[in-house]
């Protein structure tokens, strides 16, 4: 049995001070039961808890580490970036390179803006569409996160064509109702927002890949669509890219499935784990942002050098010629091992994968949107993360995040997460179904 004592104690110490002992609410296992693990440090793929525990870590900080923990090229730079300073608030060197290098990959992005989280960079973006439009509505879609903006904490109201209403106390009623809320992959239902609400609507923002309720991947032709809706109704397609930007391929969803978004935003990978967030696109609507243009927008610490330092090296590793089908042969050894696994023990599972992104649902049927995705059975998937974590695997803490292979999983981390979930799924099968 494995000694948790430690991280017992420091969660219930983190509770007096901290609401629910956290500071992001998925790192307190409440959808899958237990007590988080506190952790001393990580190491290539691996971390630690102050028990001393080791785990293979899927979660990668939700997100950013591709390249592993504390990979020594990100290490090493940060140190030497440290010797110079933590924040200037006054322009960088660094901020330019780390725009180049963006704009590169991503040719949609002719200018960028460096932000400080996620939820600034999708936030911006909807000001900023909603001033170079001059129209308030904006279409999500269900299941979709784009950070905890007000607005974007709504959910679909009573009819498939009615405004949306807040998804959390303290979301004014007026603020959800610019929202429209369509389900993921459902072309005709956005369709039908833009018959009815169409000269009313800035944008639509979308992740290309749904991975905030488990990896669902688009439907052939779902983003052509978007695209082919908002041009002809004078709309901007958002791609939110916060988890897939730099994830599925090097230039994105975007050079993943070949459809150009007009803004983006990104987050997570760009900072190399330490926070940052992102919003560009093209020249004419960037230009509007102040100080060049009239929509406001600042941060004290955006653009800081820490963060465009781990972000450049993170990038320039990734720009290596090999690293994307690297990353996809890990990730596609895993899924095969887990379906076979999960066939072996006879469970039904579904494991959609983007690159090196993938979700086990613990379902029957087809995920396609957020209903399906929560058709999934949760309780089952509790158990085989306890049964994975009491295995050595810290996999994501929630049936609808996504896990994420780095480059630093190897074959051995790869092969012996795939032998611990048939164990898991065994155990599963043979326990209360
Ligand atoms: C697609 C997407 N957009 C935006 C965000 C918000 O980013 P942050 O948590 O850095 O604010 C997230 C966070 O997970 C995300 O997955």
Redesign the pocket.
Same mark, same amino acid.
């Given at each position: 049995m494995m000694n948790r004592q430690r991280s017992r104690e420091l969660f219930a110490e983190a509770q007096r001070y901290l609401p629910g002992g956290v500071n992001s609410p998925v790192r307190a296992f409440k959808a899958v039961g237990g007590e988080p693990l506190f952790i001393r440090r990580g190491q290539g793929s691996r971390i630690y808890d102050e028990d001393g525990n080791e785990f293979v870590d899927y979660v990668c900080s939700?997100g950013p580490l591709i390249l592993g923990h504390s990979h020594p090229q990100v290490m090493a730079a940060l140190k030497r970036a440290l010797e110079h300073g933590t924040s200037f608030g006054a322009p960088t060197q660094l901020e330019t390179t780390l725009a180049q290098m963006i704009c590169t990959a991503m040719p949609s992005l002719e200018m960028v803006r460096f932000v400080s989280?996620? &939820? +600034? =960079? &999708?936030m911006s973006a909807l000001r900023l569409a909603r001033a170079f439009t001059a129209r308030d509505k904006v279409v999500k879609f269900a299941g979709g996160?784009?950070?905890h903006s007000d607005g974007l904490l709504a959910r679909a109201g009573s009819g498939m064509t009615t405004l949306g209403i807040p998804d959390c106390p303290g979301v004014p009623t007026s603020y959800a109702s610019n929202t429209l809320v369509a389900p993921y992959n459902d072309v005709e239902a956005v369709a039908r927002l833009f018959q009815d609400f169409g000269a009313e609507i800035a944008a639509v923002i979308v +992740?290309p890949v749904a =991975?905030?309720m488990g990896v669902v991947p688009p439907r052939p032709g779902f983003l052509e669509s978007l695209r082919d809706l908002t041009q002809r109704s004078g709309a901007l397609l958002i791609f939110?890219e916060?988890?897939t930007g730099f994830r599925v391929a090097y230039g994105g969803a975007q050079a993943h499935y070949g459809v150009t978004p007009d803004l983006t935003?990104l %987050?997570?990978v760009i900072g190399g784990g330490l926070p940052i %967030?992102a919003y560009g696109g093209r020249r004419d609507i960037m230009e509007q942002v102040a100080p060049l243009g009239p929509v406001y927008q600042a941060g004290t610490l955006s653009g800081n050098p820490l963060a465009m330092t781990a972000g450049i090296e993170t990038l320039k590793v990734l720009s290596q010629p090999g690293v994307y089908s690297a990353l996809d042969a890990k990730s596609s050894l895993l899924q095969e091992a887990m379906t076979a696994a999960a066939a072996q023990a006879g469970l039904s599972v579904s494991i959609p994968r983007v690159g090196s992104m993938l979700t086990v649902f613990f379902t029957r049927g087809l995920v396609l949107d957020y209903e399906s995705a929560r058709r999934a059975d949760t309780e089952l998937y509790s158990r085989f993360f306890q049964q994975m974590l009491m295995q050595g695997i810290y996999w994501p803490p929630s049936q609808f995040e996504a896990a994420f292979v780095s480059m630093a999983h190897s074959d051995e981390d790869i092969a012996s997460t795939g032998a611990a979930a048939g164990k898991a799924f065994a155990s599963l099968a043979s326990g209360p179904r």
């Open positions: 939700w989280s996620g &939820t +600034e =960079a &999708t996160y784009h950070g +992740e =991975a905030n939110d916060v988890i935003c %987050g997570k %967030g």
